[in-house]
């Protein structure tokens, strides 16, 4: 082609540029026929050179077309491509932004079968450093293609996205990257800024471009991400006060949160932060959490996760820490079955600095339990039954010394005539009585801001809601308030709180950041003074350390209620505790049983604490012959919360003496009574519901017998029976399960006292006039409402207790005085098991076998028993010791080793061996080893053929 020729197709090339604009499908029509008479050599470059003619023009499009021609050109004659060439065209044209992604994937193909591996992957980056360099991410899947390129140059994945993103970010090229893209780089993004200040100022600077994404979602998104990534690498310890001010509202609240909290100092100076009591009202708001481990948690001070040299080192570093935490170990002493804690307290006690500081504690709660407030009584008696259950009197024998516990009748009296919170309320406020889920109140001023659930917030005043005045709950991180003009949200950082406005924008809330105003917080005082109806002088409501005190004029505590920001509301309490300062504009429940409140006397009190003994249903159903002034529910409940307190303390006033031999002062109320030589101790929580639910069968007796069973009453069902381990039909068991030598007096104590508590009761005497009857619906549907029921039958009484929806089954007690069953057939039900009756028992018995015990020593076992019940029922030698012994293969791996019983008893339990009789059938068994006289063990050993014929008579029935 002449140089006329080339010079006439540029001027016309050139024409065809300039109506681009006006014009493009001429333009595009126009440059196709000239390159139609060009050889195949020519036609990329000519198509390239139309590119950047294009490009020049800002007719991006057209330039992106031409650019896509000249690849075809190549594709259509790949022998004449030349991979150096194209390099350099791809350097050239994809900063320019018209390389079509399908354009640059095909030469990433192609660099990927013609170069070698590890070139091809060196020229593709060099691509995207150029592209990266005008800050341009050329298309969306560069991600994949690098991974690709480095699976064949051998090259990790993670390195090559790490390698990725770290160019992203500091060519600055990462804010204008797309949706996929900053979806690509996640993990990378997590691993490069981890702990590394220098990626994670750069991923601040990567604040996406809002102009770079055209769909608004997608651009949305991308903030979200970015976002996300900036909590991720705890970048905000980098953010500044200016960056808040940016771009605060475009956070979603939980990820503000966040970043405040890292930001920390930044926003809460070192001279800013308050601390204190009104920054404790609201200590619920704060980011993060986690929970405690190691010296921090202390209920794994008794285990072998914390040595007790640290935490003697920790004792003497941080004194008051220890102490608090200290009270928190103390209250935790038996909760876990497979902890020894006496012996952590005897490990504990050779470190002086816990001594002297369990020392000090004893003698605080010692002076507390002489308290004439409640609560004070209550919170310290309960600390000291708990280091007398665990042996501390052998470590400090001056523990009893002085020990004289207040009488928590009396403390009643005095808390019930001064003033309880149950008597006031905001009538303004109606939780409901179906109330669920938590509330959170801030109070500023006269400006109460509640927020239920976790959605609405609502603002009261003194004398009512704000009508039409709501917002959104946007995070739990926040406390939202109302100042009187607007909404605030406050986030606690570094003890202090830092203060956002608050508004809706469409479905979402929105917090802006003003340094001005950042300072900001409710003003709720953290005490106040409120006079209770019928009260000469006002009490002292009182906010410290997580609980909110009611002071008496003179210094009595009637009250103390925790309190937090958030709290959980339930049918039992539907309504919350309200911060301190709200009490002066709360108002009487029920005036007139106020007034019997102020003039109580003892003897009420006393039958107040007696019918809460057996728990809140049977109070309730008690009532109203304590204080029938009382007609309004949620002071009755009130008052029964009061006197179930009082009742609590009186029961562990009556454990706490006789744990330490302490003399009685005066008899202890009839519930709780025992014979002296059969003392319940941590069962003696058991004897007043176990008690109350026979005392409502003597009183259905009364009623003349019908000539079929019918329903006579219901009544509510007693609390479950706390502390007690030994149950119905299973007292033989207990018995037996206590002469073996391998419990310890750690193991065997309470089920001594578990089957002291039964023997000190009707249903534990032995006679044979009780059974427990398991029923089922006869329709399969459930029946939890029957439970309560009283029944009379011909021959004695049935009471509907628990019911099981597990496997639709209620518990159904029968009485019958002499002792003579029918079988029962009542509307509605069928027999779902085999009635347990009420087996070996009775108060000499017990008495007998502790004596016994005493003098003779744990029993040694005889493998020859297990052989007998073996050879008479045909069972394994393994089920037949677990039924004689007791143990089962779960023994070994949560309670005791298997070094700890004989190796003629071991041999029963092969490694993995398994057991073929039901656990249920084995119970039903071994209850009749025991003989009738407790004597016959040492003499002749277990009942071997009662129980062998036990055993044949239930092996098919539903047990």
Not at 106 to 122: I, K, T
Not at 928 to 937: K, R, V
Request: with cysteine.
């Amino acid at each position: 082609m002449s140089d006329t020729q080339l010079a006439e197709r540029d001027t016309r090339l050139a024409e065809l540029v300039e109506m681009a604009a006006d014009e493009p499908r001429k333009a595009r029509a126009g440059v196709t026929r000239l390159a139609r008479p060009l050889p195949a050599e020519k036609l990329a470059p000519f198509f390239e050179r139309a590119c950047r003619r294009f490009a020049a023009a800002a007719a991006n499009e057209l330039a992106t077309w031409a650019f896509t021609q000249a690849r075809k050109a190549d594709k259509n004659h790949p022998s004449l491509v030349d991979m150096d060439r194209l390099h350099q065209v791809f350097l050239e044209f994809t900063p320019m932004g018209v390389v079509a992604p399908t354009a640059l994937r095909n030469h990433v193909a192609l660099m990927g079968e013609r170069l070698a591996p590890e070139e091809a992957y060196r020229r593709y980056n060099e691509i995207l450093d150029a592209a990266f360099a005008v800050g341009l991410v050329p298309y969306a899947r560069i991600y994949p293609d690098a991974r690709k390129l480095a699976r064949a140059a051998k090259i990790k994945k993670a390195r090559a996205e790490d390698d990725l993103t770290a160019r992203l970010l500091r060519t600055g090229a990462l804010r204008y990257a797309s949706h996929a893209v900053w979806n690509a780089a996640h993990d990378s993004l997590a691993r490069l800024t981890e702990g590394d200040e220098e990626f994670q100022r750069l991923l601040i600077a990567a604040a996406p471009d809002t102009d770079a994404e055209d769909d608004p979602h997608l651009a949305e998104e991308i903030q979200r991400m970015w976002l996300d990534a900036l909590v991720r690498a705890q970048a905000g310890v980098h953010l500044t006060e200016e960056w808040f001010v940016e771009y605060a509202g475009r956070c979603r609240p939980s990820v503000l949160a966040r970043l405040t909290g890292q930001a920390g100092v930044r926003l809460v100076p070192d001279g800013r932060a308050e601390t204190g009591p009104a920054a404790d009202l609201l200590s619920d708001a704060r980011p993060g959490g986690g929970r405690a481990h190691g010296l921090q948690d202390p209920s794994l001070w008794a285990t072998s996760i914390v040595d007790t040299a640290d935490l003697a080192a920790f004792a003497e570093r941080d004194p008051a820490e220890f102490a608090r935490l200290l009270d928190a170990f103390v209250v935790d002493l038996g909760h876990y079955a497979n902890i020894d804690y006496s012996a952590a307290l005897h490990r504990m006690w050779q470190e002086p600095a816990i001594r002297n500081a369990l020392r000090e504690k004893a003698a605080a709660w010692k002076a507390e339990a002489a308290s004439p407030s409640l609560p004070v009584v209550s919170r310290a008696v309960h600390r000291l039954l708990r280091l007398a259950d665990h042996d501390y009197a052998e470590l400090d024998p001056a523990f009893t010394d002085g020990l004289q516990p207040a009488d928590p009748v009396d403390a009643l009296r005095t808390a019930l005539r001064r003033g309880i919170p149950e008597e006031l309320h905001f009538p303004h406020a109606t939780w409901g009585p179906r109330a669920r889920g938590t509330v959170e109140l801030v109070q500023h001023g006269d400006y109460l801001t509640a927020v239920v659930g976790r959605h609405w917030a609502r603002v009261y005043t003194p004398d009512g809601q704000i009508p039409d005045l709501r917002m959104v709950k946007g995070s739990e991180d926040f406390v939202l308030w109302y100042d009187g003009e607007e909404f605030l949200d406050s986030l606690r950082v570094r003890g202090s709180l830092v203060t956002f406005h608050a508004r809706i924008d469409g479905p979402r809330l929105v917090l802006t950041f003003d340094p001005a105003t950042r300072n900001r917080r409710p003003d709720g005082p953290t005490e106040s003074e409120v006079t209770f109806p019928g009260a000469d002088e006002p009490s002292r409501v009182v906010f410290r350390d997580g609980v909110i005190s009611v002071i008496a004029p003179g210094g009595t505590v009637t009250a103390r209620l925790p309190y937090q920001l958030r709290q959980k509301l339930t049918p039992e309490r539907p309504a919350p505790v309200y911060p301190p300062g709200w009490w002066p504009h709360l108002r009487p429940v029920d005036p007139d049983g106020s007034a019997a409140l102020r003039d109580l006397d003892r003897e009420r009190a006393e039958r107040l604490v007696e019918a809460a003994l057996a728990g809140r249903g049977p109070a309730r159903d008690a009532w109203p012959k304590p204080v029938p002034e009382i007609s309004e529910p949620a002071l009755r409940d009130g008052v029964i919360g009061h006197a179930r307190d009082a009742a609590q303390c009186v029961l562990n006033i009556v454990r706490l003496r006789e744990r330490l031999g302490l003399p009685q002062p005066a008899q202890p109320p009839t519930p709780l009574r025992t014979r002296p030589d059969l003392p319940a101790g941590g069962a003696l929580a058991a004897l007043p519901a176990l008690r109350w639910v026979e005392g409502v069968v003597r009183d259905a007796m009364e009623i003349p017998a019908p000539s079929e069973p019918r329903p006579v009453r219901v009544v509510p069902l007693p609390d479950p029976l706390p502390g007690l381990s030994v149950s119905f039909g299973a007292t033989g068991v207990a018995a037996l399960d206590t002469v073996w030598p391998w419990k310890t007096e750690r193991t065997r104590r309470p089920v001594l006292e578990g089957l002291n508590a039964w023997a000190n009761t009707m249903r534990g005497d032995g006679s044979g006039r009780w059974r427990l009857l398991r029923l089922t619906p006869e329709d399969g549907m459930h029946r939890e409402d029957a439970s309560g029921e009283v029944w009379r039958t011909p021959r004695g009484v049935l009471f509907f207790g628990h019911y099981s929806r597990h496997d639709k089954m209620m518990g159904v007690w029968e009485y019958a005085p002499d002792g003579v069953f029918d079988p029962v057939e009542l509307p509605g039900w069928r027999e779902l098991r085999t009635p347990v009756p009420q087996g070996w028992g009775g108060a000499d018995r017990v008495s007998a076998l502790r004596r016994l015990l005493g003098e003779r020593g744990p029993l040694h076992p005889d493998p020859a028993w297990v052989h007998e019940l073996a050879e008479r029922t045909g069972m394994r030698t393994t089920d037949a010791a677990m039924i004689v012994f007791g143990i089962r293969y779960y023994t070994f791996t949560h309670y005791l080793p298997r070094e700890a019983f004989p190796a003629e008893i071991l041999a029963f339990y092969p490694e993995g061996g398994r057991h073929e009789v039901p656990y249920s059938l084995q119970d039903a068994v071994t209850e009749c080893l025991m003989p009738d006289d407790p004597a016959d063990l040492w003499g002749h050993g277990p009942d071997i053929a009662r129980a062998a014929a036990r055993y044949l008579e239930l092996r098919d029935a539903p047990v």
